[in-house]
């Protein structure tokens, strides 16, 4: 398998623009997590999806993002309209599902947003 | 969620047993520890959890003190490979949602 796929890796556009980030997760896996990493505030769980259905986006900063799951391999992060603080490493993560969520999480490589 | 407090670097020779600290004098009963690393721009990894008692695994020991207001996570034999970001949280395990965050960690430097 070849974990979980994010893209693009590394996205420059200009404030006010839409941005949409995509992860593939590892086929069979149930969750699928996205979180923000920045020096600020350091990795924060924006989101987490089960079996295509959002659980939890207590996580998420403010109405300007949003997050959809169509299906079990693919989803989706967008922000409309970006802003210069929203630059920021955004990884997908996704887990199996048994046991404990927490623990066995696969991260893909993350994307690299840069709002100018 | 309780918060954690980590130093935020420490050295360690290779080979050396790496001891890395974390205070968490507000945790509650049903909070586990837990710890996790992240590697120069991967996503963090988990590595070892625990409530009351001693854990060991392939990666590492977790040692809590007995009044769980701190802990001490353990790479017995430090490679290169070990250096990285290591977080400490505190966290009950269900809900999974708001205040999982990574706090700054210690930046762990191994050194040949």
């Known amino acids: 398998d070849a974990g979980v796929i994010q893209s693009p890796r590394h996205e420059v556009t200009e404030m006010g623009q839409e941005v949409t980030l995509r992860c593939k997760p590892i086929s069979g896996h149930d969750y699928l997590f996205w979180y923000r990493q920045t020096m600020m505030r350091g990795l924060e769980l924006l989101i987490y999806f089960n079996n295509n259905v959002p659980i939890d986006d207590s996580g998420m900063p403010e109405d300007r993002f949003s997050a959809k799951m169509p299906n079990a391999s693919f989803s989706t992060l967008k922000i409309q309209p970006s802003e210069p603080r929203d630059s920021a490493v955004y990884f997908c993560?996704?887990?199996?599902?048994?046991?404990?969520?927490?623990?066995?999480?696969?991260f893909g490589p993350g994307t690299r947003l840069t709002v100018l | 969620d309780a918060k954690t407090t980590q130093p935020p670097s420490m050295d360690c020779a290779e080979g050396r047993a790496a001891n890395l600290p974390c205070n968490h004098s507000t945790i509650s009963g049903n909070e586990y520890v837990y710890w996790y690393r992240q590697i120069h721009s991967q996503g963090p990894q988990y590595i070892i959890h625990g409530l009351k008692n001693n854990e060991t695994n392939e990666m590492a020991s977790l040692i809590i003190t007995e009044d769980r207001k701190s802990s001490t996570l353990i790479l017995p034999h430090a490679t290169l490979r070990d250096t990285a970001v290591y977080y400490c949280i505190v966290r009950v395990v269900i809900p999974i949602g708001q205040n999982f965050v990574f706090g700054p960690g210690t930046r762990l430097s191994v050194l040949p």
């Open positions: 993560a996704s887990s199996p599902g048994r046991g404990e969520i927490l623990t066995e999480q696969f």
